[in-house]
Structures are given as C-alpha cells and as structure tokens.
C-alpha cells in the first residue's frame, strides 16, 4: 500500500498572502503524524483560485519535504498550454510525480482530453495521476471510448485520484491497466475503496484528522473490520457536518481551532457563520477521539 497522503490546503495570514510559516508547521505535524506525502495544489490548495506565483510558491514550500515524503505537484488547467507551464516547473523544482485534472468548461471530446494527457505527459518525461472529480470538473471518465482506454494503457497516465463515489467505476478503471495506480479521494468510504483494492488515499480531511484516518487504515490492513467500521462511522459523522456547513471553510476553521493560523478560503467562498462553526465544532469534538 502507498498509504495516506494530505491534499494539502493553501494557509493565509490575515492579509491573505501565503502563510509559508503556518505552512510548514502543518506539514511537519502531518510528516510527524504518518503522512506518506503531500497532493500539492490540488482542491484543497485552491488551485483555480491562485496567481500563477502563488501556485509555484506552493510547489516550493512542499519541496522542503522532498526527503521526508512522497509529493504530487497537480498542474491540472484550463488550458493544455497551462497545465505544461506547472509541470514544467514542478520537475525543475525537483518533483518526480505530477497529477492533473481533466480540462473542463468547454466540454471537450474524448480524444481531446486524451490529447491534453498525451501533451503533458510528453512535455515533462513522465507519466501524469488522472484526478478525477467529476462533481466539479463535470466530466466522467469513459473508459468504453477508445480513446480513453487507449489513455490509460498508453504509460502516459500513472494511476487515478479517483474523487468519485462510485467503486465500480474505480474498480473499471483499475481494469484497463493494472499497473496503474488508483488513490482513494473520498475518505468517508475508506473502508469500501479499501476493499476493491485501491492502492492509497490523497485526503482534504486528513488536514486535521490524519490520525483519525491512519486508525481506520491500520485496522482494515490488519483485519479488524468491526473496528475499521466503528471509526469509520465517526469519520462520516463529521464529513456529513462538513458538506453541510462547506468542506473547505469547514476544514480550514477546524485548523485555526487547533491552533493553526490557516486563514480562510479565498472568494466567492464565505466564512462559516458563528452558527455553523458551533455546530461543526460540536460534531468534531463528539466524534474525534
């Protein structure tokens, strides 16, 4: 198993400028705590809300952990052009693995897609993780098209952040090539991707509840299913209060809760209301032990 990896969010000091310092607390408290790495720049780095700087700035800050932990730089855009540009400046930052998401808004075809992949892939010499997250790219994976099983039995994709409820989807993918490798992007079925055999897990939670989660992981890896169940159950205790009030406000108001200056999530996102930080806050403490 690859383990646990925290999709690492962007913290802000109060000016709203890259908390660098915070930043490497986190990161030490996370390496310190089991992480086997970080997914850089991803959604929960707020990647489409960041100046091209500041996303680079991220890829450096986490490179100071090169040594210690296995890095993701995602160089997913809205462009192909773009997305060779973070990639190009991961791996001279010294990154060996870079993941993307789909492009999306103009609802491209199959073989254009394919054809971002192909690209990045080509531009860098090595192989791109397919992030998969239809719930905000809008775009499914349609692994019947040829062009798409063609994809990812190419070498030019390295394996799936597979951000999607559906298992039997993972479990397809998985299919087409399995020398790929295929990463868990919704902690709350943990238990369910474990058993279709997934490879790891890149989780937003695991911000401020990664030992939670290494809990979960150990007792499946060992066999204690009822366990792994029991901790399960309080971990979708608190993800449900989390898609109720928002994920990433959710998760960066915990972080400051626990004495970390995260800041808050960049607009058009709000801040939770003083209703909403009491009631998460609530479901945090009665289900983290």
């Keep these: 198993m690859d383990g646990l990896y925290v999709a690492s969010m962007a913290l802000f000091d109060e000016k709203g400028n890259l908390n ?65 540009y973070y990639a190009k400046a991961a791996k001279e930052i010294g990154y060996k693995k870079i993941a993307a998401t789909p492009p999306f808004y103009y609802g491209y075809k199959p073989k254009e897609i394919a054809e971002y992949y192909y690209e990045i892939a080509k531009a860098v010499d090595m192989p791109v993780l397919y992030y998969n997250i239809p719930m905000n790219t809008f775009k499914q994976i349609d692994f019947n098209h040829p062009d798409i099983i063609s994809l990812f039995q190419s070498g030019a994709i390295s394996g799936v952040k597979h951000t999607n409820l559906d298992l039997y989807e993972m479990e397809r993918i998985h299919n087409l090539n399995l020398d790929m490798k295929i990463y868990g992007g919704f902690e709350n079925e943990m238990v369910s991707f474990l058993a279709m ?15 939670h989660y290494r809990k979960i992981y150990d007792a499946y890896l060992s066999g204690e299913n009822k366990k792994a169940r029991e901790l399960q159950n309080k971990a979708n205790n608190i993800m449900q209060a989390l898609f109720q009030v928002g994920l990433f406000p959710g998760i960066k108001h915990i972080l400051n809760r626990q004495g970390i200056q995260a800041g808050v999530m960049r607009k058009p996102f709000l801040e939770l209301t003083q209703k909403e930080k009491e009631y998460l806050e609530k479901i945090v403490e009665e289900n983290l032990s």
Excluded: P, Q, W
Excluded at 60 to 75: N, R
Excluded at 77 to 84: C, D, M, Q, R
Excluded at 202 to 210: D, E, H, V
């Design 197 to 211: 055999g997934c490879d790891g897990f890149i989780g937003s939670t695991f911000n401020f509840m990664l030992t």
């Design 20 to 84: 660098k310092d915070e930043s490497r607390r986190l990161m030490e408290r996370h390496v310190k705590e089991g992480a086997s790495g970080f997914f850089v720049a991803g959604s929960s780095g707020e990647c489409f809300l960041m100046r091209r700087e500041e996303r680079i700035t991220l890829f450096e800050l986490h490179a100071e952990y090169l040594e210690k932990a296995d890095l993701f730089a995602h160089v997913g855009a809205l462009s192909t052009e773009e997305a060779i």
